[in-house]
């Protein structure tokens, strides 16, 4: 209740930057859409010497060449006014003839985004739960205890969180997150670009441009400005979108996270006012994935992504409502699933409105939200496609979602960490991005496509009535069809009991979750829950090794438990379990991840060799995972939470603490 009422204020409502604002239950009213000064071109290097003298020529108008892009091929142009003449004179028109140039494969607006987010209740009795978690007997419970009783995910799996930024010392984000890089180019002007006192401007709001730092310092406008959708406040929506994935559980506070294990990878994308461009999303995404072109200021990703997370939508009236696959960000989508990346987008908050681009691109998956009976929230966008699947989120009632947050208004506020109940698709996104991790813990080896089908086969079918028609504020209720609304509600223990009876199935590790630890040890590591290629426990043997990190002594290194005995101050060490099916000569392997509370996580590189083991050579290397495994521990959320896990109780590293 207390943290309710403290971090609710943070709270900011996010809503397209091509809409109008927001209102939790009413359709959006589309405003006039902005001509882009800004345009992505693709056309091959060979040709491109001259490719500002040719859009000048074909525009008319002076044409700054801004930067290549790190996907191949693209280069992003700046007009420095609209043409005045003839018919280029609205986006259209500027399309067509950027594509008419001699080389040219696709010509796309840089487009703004705003994060998915709307309001929050003011109702204090949803801060203490996450009821969609829970097998309350509601139509669309996730039962996640049975889910995470299989697999509570894998160090070795990372999810990259295009967004905000986060907050590293939030306690629900400490000993998951990976260094990372803010990607915001513009530097954000002292106020902005005003409008009766509105900011539309965007910006990095930290001072600077493009860094190592994806710290979110706040996406506040400046003092006596607002946001185009009314906001003043910081919203701290990365952290919060971060921690549905993947916040730290068994820690006794806030919330659980979908996966226990992942290691999470803040990618910043968007500053001021929340809005992100779709220029600076593409390079994120080539960065992330570990592909496409290299900066030789930014380097190369060292901890490359298995799932993308972008909470941002708006709506496209230059590409007709939809995404082409001749599009800047449809062909980043396309080029991180052939590295095998799953990409999930959030639907959108229109109102019963179609999916909002770039969840619409071919390739997405795109996470819109319900509530707990199943019927759709209000406020999501909904439809089906051929090109890209459709899920719903469960949420508690009205499709609302606990997330971690901070207490300032506008920066972050020291000794600030709370929750939210917060109501949106941003935070549908990574529940089904969280989902996806955890398969790929089950099971590395899954491919984008593969993980599309099964997701696909095993949803829960949309209960009668649970769509909706927004009309005058009223809202009517109708059944789902196979196109006005998607595939059905996210069913993870479905969808991995699906992944269990693949045709060569796997053992699968189940170990403690991934913990913040605040001595040098001695820690033990329990990974009895593990089972066999038939889901039982019989038929198992056990090699534990540490991968990463300063070297720790250890003992029962071929058992089920391994006893971390010390060498864990200012340290973040990582474990890989091997566990084998005798009966089917199968293995699999699964990461823990234990970090010092005490250590920065953004600077933090292992001394001397790096990881030791007593059964194996010292590497400071992260594991080549082929086969993949599971992870987590207990928790206890609220004071409400932790009665689904008595258990749990048999791990060392978990410290219980009663929440109110």
């Known amino acids: 209740m207390k943290l309710y009422k403290q971090g609710y204020s943070t709270l900011v409502f996010f809503v397209s930057v091509f809409s109008g604002s927001l209102v ?76 008419a140039m001699p080389g040219v494969r696709f010509a796309s607006p840089d487009i703004p985004l705003k994060s998915t987010a709307v309001p929050a209740p003011s109702d204090p009795v949803y801060a203490p739960n996450q009821a969609s978690y829970m097998h309350t007997g509601a139509y669309a419970s996730l039962r996640m205890q049975d889910v995470w009783e299989q697999t509570r995910g894998s160090a070795a799996v990372v999810i990259a969180v295009l967004d905000s930024g986060v907050l590293f010392e939030h306690r629900e984000l400490k000993g998951r997150l990976l260094p990372g890089y803010d990607f915001v180019t513009r530097v954000t002007p002292t106020t902005g670009t005003l409008e009766a006192g509105t900011v539309f401007d965007s910006g990095s709001n930290d001072g600077d441009g493009r860094d190592p730092d994806p710290s979110d310092p706040g996406d506040a406008p400046p003092p006596g400005f607002t946001c185009s959708d009314g906001s003043t406040d910081s919203s701290w929506h990365g952290t919060s979108v971060a921690s549905v994935a993947a916040a730290q559980s068994n820690n006794g506070q806030f919330l659980a996270g979908m996966d226990w294990n992942a290691k999470v990878l803040p990618v910043r994308v968007s500053g001021r006012c929340g809005v992100a461009t779709s220029s600076d999303i593409v390079d994120a995404f080539y960065w992330a994935t570990g592909s496409g072109n290299v900066d030789p200021t930014i380097g190369v990703n060292p901890n490359p992504a298995n799932v993308i997370n972008l909470s941002f939508a708006a709506d496209t009236p230059l590409l007709g409502g939809g995404c082409t696959a001749s599009d800047t960000v449809a062909q980043a989508i396309a080029d991180a699933r052939a590295a095998g990346v799953t990409v999930v987008v959030s639907a959108g908050n229109n109102s019963g409105g179609a999916i909002q681009y770039p969840a619409n691109c071919p390739g ?106 927004v009309n005058a504020g009223i809202v009517t209720r109708r059944d789902c069809t196979g196109t006005n609304c998607g595939a059905g509600l996210l069913n993870p223990l479905a969808t991995l009991a699906a992944v269990r ?4 199935p796997l053992p699968v590790g189940n170990v403690p979750q991934s913990a913040v630890v605040g001595s040098d040890g001695p820690f033990s590591l329990d990974a009895s829950l593990s089972s066999n290629s038939a889901g039982a426990a019989e038929n198992l043997t056990f090699s534990w090794q540490q991968v990463y990190g300063n070297p720790v002594v250890l ?53 001397g060799t790096g990881g030791g083991s007593t059964t194996g050579s010292p590497t400071t290397e992260p594991v080549v995972v082929s086969q993949g495994g599971g992870g987590g521990g207990a928790l206890n959320l609220l004071g409400l939470l932790g009665l689904w896990f008595g258990f749990f109780v048999w791990r060392a590293v978990s410290t219980q603490v009663d929440a109110c």
């Open 364 to 469: 997405t998956i795109a996470a819109g939200a319900a509530e707990q009976d199943g019927q759709l929230a209000t406020y999501t966008a909904k439809g089906a496609s051929n090109s890209y699947l459709t899920l719903h989120a469960p949420g508690n009632a009205s499709g609302f979602y606990a997330g971690a947050s901070n207490s300032g208004a506008t920066t972050p506020a020291a000794n600030g960490d709370t929750a939210l109940l917060l109501a949106g698709t941003s935070f549908s996104a990574p529940m089904v991005a969280g989902a996806v991790s955890l398969l790929k813990a089950a099971r590395p080896a899954l491919t984008p496509s593969e993980i599309d089908g099964l997701l696909r086969d095993n949803a829960l079918a949309y209960p009668p009535n649970a769509d909706f028609t």
């Open 24 to 99: 939790h239950a009413e359709p959006v009213t589309p405003a006039a859409t902005p001509t882009p000064m800004r345009w992505v071109v693709n056309m091959p290097n060979a040709q491109a010497a001259d490719m500002v003298q040719k859009a000048q020529t074909a525009l008319g108008v002076p044409v700054n060449m801004v930067r290549q892009l790190l996907q191949p091929d693209s280069y992003l142009i700046e007009m420095q006014s609209l043409p005045v003449l003839g018919n280029l004179q609205n986006p259209q028109a500027i399309a067509a003839a950027l594509k």
């Open 501 to 504: 009876t693949l045709a060569t």
């Open 555 to 607: 003992a029962g290194t071929t058992g089920s438990t391994l006893q971390v005995q010390s060498g864990m101050t200012s340290n973040i060490a990582e474990f890989a379990l091997t566990v084998t099916d005798t009966s089917t000569n199968r293995s699999n392997i699964s990461v823990i991840r234990l970090a010092n509370s005490s250590v920065n996580e953004r600077t933090f590189t292992p001394s």
